[in-house]
């Protein structure tokens, strides 16, 4: 297997995460999203086990041998050749890997390996734009149209994805997530009238809620923390640019800035996740709320989508949502439902959501998302956001 070929040229990818089929033999071109070196329990030999990615998907790859000599030679980030057999663990895809070889960035189309949001970005910039234009509040609107305006942070905003794995990683998922709470919130505020909720209020701080993480996130190669991110995190990151940009606006109320900088800072909703204050307005427990509703809605249905095609009920063991999924969509008329996935109407078994897999010696499943390195800060079975 050779970097270049026949015709000079690097080698292109031809298959995808979404269409690997149990028992194919492939050879193909993933990014590594993880890499890890372990031990094998039974005679302590060391195995590679990667997770490996492109634009439609993530999956393991297991190693057992380092035959080429290259398992210290690639990184996290970097692209690799592979070949290996796929095969099915615990209800999930891997490749057992018989071949890896890095290759050079240039040698790959990057667009192949960023799964990015279905809309238009500029088309999602203008439904934000048009929020902010909803807004009432002379002192909030400004400071919503300075921020938003500003072309470095248009720029950022319109790209980053919402999460390195939990929800919405995808290039444009920030902004996907935003507006999806900027909607959420709006019907809310809608349901309690003004006055009970202070509608501008809690549109700002659904705008501003996750902008810090344009700065936390890289998604240049694969998707990951940026030293920024893992120092400050978006919460601090955000609170610094939305008090910044408030000091830059004459007149604007020192109350009003105290109440939009509280819903941000609170919006994880408890210290443990992250935030300093826990909600104390309504406009920043609603927005704490949708927040979550809108993270892990969107978690659970990416689970659904990314396990559609494998066979039964219930989606693979989630270590951030502590639970299976049920993936049978009701369908009604006639009493009848509707499986998503094709395959099997029934599992082999319904799993018990107290039971997570056992890990098995060399090919257990670790969900990428709850690994350490994907939220330092935050205990697992949380967070989305
Ligand atoms: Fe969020
Ligand atoms: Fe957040």
Same mark, same amino acid.
């Given at each position: 297997m050779t970097a270049k070929n026949q015709g000079g040229e690097p080698p292109r990818k031809t298959v995808f995460v979404e269409s690997l089929e149990v028992n194919s033999t492939i050879t193909s071109i993933f990014i590594v999203r993880d890499k890890e070196i372990r031990q094998q329990k039974n005679n302590n030999q060391d195995y590679l086990r990667l997770t490996l990615g492109d634009r439609t998907g993530s999956v393991a790859g297991l190693s057992f041998s380092d035959t080429d000599k290259n398992w210290h030679t690639f990184s996290q980030g970097d692209y690799l050749l592979v070949r290996g057999v796929v095969k099915e663990y615990a209800g999930r895809a891997q490749i057992k890997l018989t071949r890896v070889q890095p290759l050079p960035e240039?040698? =790959?189309? $990057?667009r192949d390996f960023l799964p990015s949001s279905g809309r238009d970005a500029g088309e999602m910039y203008d439904e934000l734009l048009g929020w902010v234009r909803s807004v009432e509040d002379p002192h909030i609107k400004t400071l919503l149209e300075t921020i938003f305006n500003d072309e470095d942070i248009a720029a950022r905003f319109r790209m980053a994805p919402a999460a390195k794995a939990m !929800? !919405? +990683?995808? #290039?444009g998922g920030l902004l996907s997530h935003t507006l999806s709470v900027i909607g959420l919130s709006h019907r809310v505020a809608g349901h309690y009238g003004s006055t009970a909720v202070n509608r501008d209020l809690l549109l700002a701080g659904a705008m501003l809620h996750d902008l810090g993480k344009a700065w936390e996130?890289?998604? !240049?190669?694969?998707f990951d923390y940026t030293d920024s991110g893992r120092l400050l995190g978006h919460i601090v990151e955000e609170s610094f640019l939305v008090d910044r940009y408030i000091r830059g #606006?004459?007149?604007? &109320?020192d109350e009003l800035r105290v109440q939009l900088l509280h819903i941000v800072l609170s919006h994880h909703g408890t210290y443990e996740y992250g935030s300093p204050r826990r909600p104390k307005t309504v406009e920043a427990l609603i927005l704490h709320y949708v927040d979550d509703l809108d993270s892990k809605c969107q978690a659970m249905q990416d689970l659904i989508k990314a396990e559609a095609?494998?066979?039964?009920?219930w989606t693979s063991f989630n270590r951030n949502l502590s639970r299976y999924i049920y993936k049978k969509r009701y369908v009604s008329g006639e009493g009848a439902t509707e499986e998503v $996935?094709?395959?099997? +109407?029934?599992? &082999?078994r319904v799993p018990d959501e107290r039971e997570a897999p056992a890990e098995s010696e060399v090919t257990a499943e670790k969900d990428? =998302?709850?690994?350490? +390195? $994907? +939220?330092?800060d935050l205990p697992q079975g949380k967070l989305f956001d």
């Open positions: 240039d040698g =790959v189309d $990057a !929800h !919405h +990683a995808y #290039i996130l890289d998604w !240049h190669r694969g #606006i004459e007149g604007f &109320p095609g494998q066979k039964g009920n $996935a094709t395959g099997e +109407a029934e599992p &082999p990428p =998302v709850s690994e350490p +390195a $994907a +939220a330092p």
